[in-house]
C-alpha cells in the first residue's frame, strides 16, 4: 500500500508542474504580442478613438501641381474638307461598277460605266459642227478667190469670214461638251467611263448594277481622305471653360486602349443643343490607319491653368457607399474620416486628391485595416 500511495502522489506532483509551466508560456507569449486595438466611437460617426494608434501608419499628404483636365467620349467623323463627290454630267443607266463602298481606291482608277443618250446627242451636234465648219471653210476660200478678183464686194468677204469663224466655236463648244461628259469627241462611243478623281476610301455609294444616274443628281459615290480625320465630342455647358480653340487633346480608342493619340482643337461650336446643353467640339486628328469611321474614342482636354493638387498613397482611400474617404489623424489618438474627390492616377500607386485634403495633412496609410478595426 505505501508503495502503491507514494506512486500516486508522484503523478500528482508531476502533474502539477505541469500545468504550471504551461501557464507560465502563455502569459509569456500574451506578453511579447501587441495589444489588440481598442475602438471607441465618438457621437460623431465619423470620428473614431484608438487604443494603440501606434498601430496604423501614417502618410503625410504632399503637393503637385497639374493642370485641369476633361474626360469626354466622343466619335469618329470624316473631314468634310476631304470629302470629294464622284460626279457625272451624264445621265443613263450603268453598266458596269468596279468598286464598292469601304473600297480604297486611287486617283485614276475606273469605278463605274454608264450608258448615256445625252453622249449620242452629243456625238450628232459634234459631226454637224464639223460639217458646218468645213463647208463654210470651203465658202470663205472661194469668197476670198472673188474678191481678188473683184468678183463681190468687201462686206460679202467679211461675212463668209464671220461664218466660218462661228462653225469653228460650234466645233469647239460640241467638243467641250463631250469632254465634260466623259468621252473623246475622236472615239465615238456611248459609254462613259467615270474614274476616280482622287486617292482614298469610298465612304459613300448612291448607285447600284443596273441603277439609273441623274446628271448633277445624286453622286453615285463619295471618296474621302482618310489620313485626316475628326474626333466629335459633346462637351457640356459646365465644361466649356476647360477647352479652348488650339489646345491639344489626347485621344484615345476603345479598340486600341494601349495607344493614345495627340490630336487639336479647331473647332467649339457656337450653338448648345437645346436637351443636353452640350457643344460640340471638333478635334483634328492624324490617322496612322487604326482610326475608323464612327469608332467610340476618349477625348482628355488639358486646360492652360496649373493647379495645385494633394497626392496620397492609393492604400489611404476607402471606397465605401460609392464616395471615397480617408482617415485623418487627429489629437487624443483620434482619427477623423475625411470624404474626398478623386483625381487622376499617378506614377508609384499615388492617388491625385482634388476635394477634401490639404497637403502635409497626415492620413492612415492603409484604411482598410484601420476600417476592419472599427467593424470588429
Known sequence: MKYTECRIFALVFAATLVLGGCGKGEEDLASEAPPPAQVEHEQNGNVIQVGHP??????????????????????????????????????????????????????????????????SGGYSDYRKAVTDEALARAQLERAKDLYAHGAISVSDLQV????????????ETTAESLRLLGSDPNKPNGVVDIYAPVSGVITDQQVTDAAGVQALGPNPFTISDLSQVWVVCDVYENDLANVRL????????????????????????????????????????????????????????????????????????????????????????????????????????????????????QVVQNALVLQNAVEQ
Do not use: C
Not at 90 to 105: E, F, K, M, N, P
Not at 290 to 308: C, D, I, P, S
Open 54 to 119: 501606434e498601430q496604423f501608419p501614417l502618410a503625410t499628404a504632399a503637393a503637385h501641381s497639374s493642370r485641369s483636365e476633361l474626360v469626354v467620349t466622343g466619335i469618329v467623323a470624316p473631314d468634310v474638307s476631304r470629302n470629294v463627290p464622284v460626279i457625272t454630267l451624264a445621265s443613263g443607266r450603268v453598266v458596269d461598277i468596279h468598286a464598292r463602298l469601304g473600297d480604297t481606291v486611287q486617283k485614276g482608277q475606273l469605278l463605274l460605266r454608264v450608258r448615256s443618250a445625252d453622249i
Open 246 to 361: 488650339g489646345d491639344t487633346a489626347q485621344i484615345g480608342l476603345n479598340a486600341y486602349p494601349g495607344q493614345i493619340f495627340e490630336g487639336r482643337i479647331s473647332n467649339i461650336s457656337a450653338i448648345l443643343d437645346p436637351n443636353l446643353h452640350t457643344a460640340k467640339v471638333r478635334v483634328e486628328v492624324r490617322n496612322p490607319g487604326l482610326m475608323r469611321l464612327g469608332m467610340f474614342v476618349t477625348a482628355t482636354f488639358r486646360g492652360q491653368k496649373v493647379e495645385m493638387h494633394t497626392e496620397i498613397p492609393a492604400t489611404a482611400i476607402l471606397h465605401l457607399h460609392d464616395r471615397d474617404w480617408v482617415f485623418v489623424a487627429g489629437d487624443d489618438k483620434k482619427f477623423r474620416r475625411v470624404e474626398i474627390t478623386l483625381g487622376i492616377t499617378r506614377p508609384g500607386n499615388m492617388q491625385e486628391v482634388i476635394l477634401g485634403l490639404q497637403p502635409g495633412e
Open 160 to 171: 463668209a469670214q464671220d461664218t466660218e469663224d462661228k462653225a469653228k466655236v460650234d466645233v
